[in-house]
Nanobody, 118 residues
Framework: VQLQASGGGLVQAGGSLRLSCVAS????????VAWWRQAPGKDREFVASMLWNSSYTKYADSVKGRFTISRDNAKNSVYLQMQSLRPDDTAVYYCAAKSPGASDYNYWGQGTQVTVSS
């Protein structure tokens, strides 16, 4: 499975961005999917996740109410709608998928840079 993330960019505080992640090589429609991020000098941190059938979502406290994860299994894609962006949301954002039986996310995209200016 290859994951390709896109949609990052430079936005002012309070603005919005929508990240996309397209999977290829195999359908990920049965895989849990997630977004993670890594800011300069910091560890990678969890942002949001969703089960394969969209029945359950989980968010980091720092993004609850501002970010929304979604997926379109017909397009083998995952999205992250980000609103009310803050400078501390600045990071490289990664999409990830977890294959059945895997103990952790084992497929990762290359990352897309999100920069929020104050």
């Amino acid at each position: 499975v290859q994951l390709q993330a896109s949609g990052g960019g430079l936005v002012q505080a309070g603005g919005s961005l929508r990240l996309s992640c397209v999977a290829s090589g195999r359908s990920v429609r049965t895989y849990p999917v997630a977004w993670w991020r890594q800011a300069p000098g910091k560890d990678r941190e969890f942002v949001a996740s969703m089960l394969w059938n969209s029945s359950y979502t989980k968010y980091a406290d720092s993004v609850k109410g501002r970010f929304t994860i979604s997926r379109d299994n017909a397009k083998n894609s995952v999205y992250l709608q980000m609103q009310s962006l803050r400078p501390d949301d600045t990071a490289v954002y990664y999409c990830a998928a977890k294959s059945p039986g895997a103990s952790d996310y084992n497929y990762w995209g290359q990352g897309t840079q999100v920069t929020v200016s104050s």
